[in-house]
């Protein structure tokens, strides 16, 4: 099995910063994209960035320029450093991996597809 751990949420005012931190566990041999979603009260899930295997990152609009998704391979770590934060960036926010690949007893490997952390809340008061 395989688990997505998430830390760093918390109550910041507009305009401060905030650390997100996703640990993935299990007998990872690899993994592939990982990244952060969001979902605000009464909305839909939104993805708000993501980093690939090969290193190249990718965002929402409405972030780009705050946010940076960066991650340790070595840690199987994913982070997200929120700056300039603002009231509308209010949300639980969720780690994603699309794809896992396990150490297995009985196959020797399998895969896993996507695996979601439990949620870290964010809260921007104005």
């Known amino acids: 099995q395989v688990q997505l751990v998430e830390s760093g949420g918390g109550l910041v005012q507009a305009g401060g910063s905030l650390r997100l931190s996703c640990a993935a566990s299990g007998s990872i041999l690899n993994i592939n994209t990982m990244g952060w979603y969001r979902q605000a009260p009464g909305k839909q899930r939104e993805l708000v960035a993501v980093v690939l295997s090969g290193g190249s990152s990718e965002y929402t609009d409405s972030v780009k320029g705050r946010f940076t998704i960066s991650r340790d391979l070595a840690k199987k770590t994913v982070y997200l450093q929120m700056n300039n934060l603002k009231p509308e960036d209010t949300a639980v926010y969720y780690c994603?991996?699309?794809?896992?690949?396990?150490?297995?007893?009985?196959?020797?490997?399998?895969?896993?597809?996507?695996?979601w952390g439990q949620g870290t809340q964010v809260t921007v008061s104005s």
């Open positions: 994603n991996v699309d794809w896992v690949l396990l150490r297995d007893q009985a196959m020797g490997a399998k895969s896993v597809y996507d695996v």
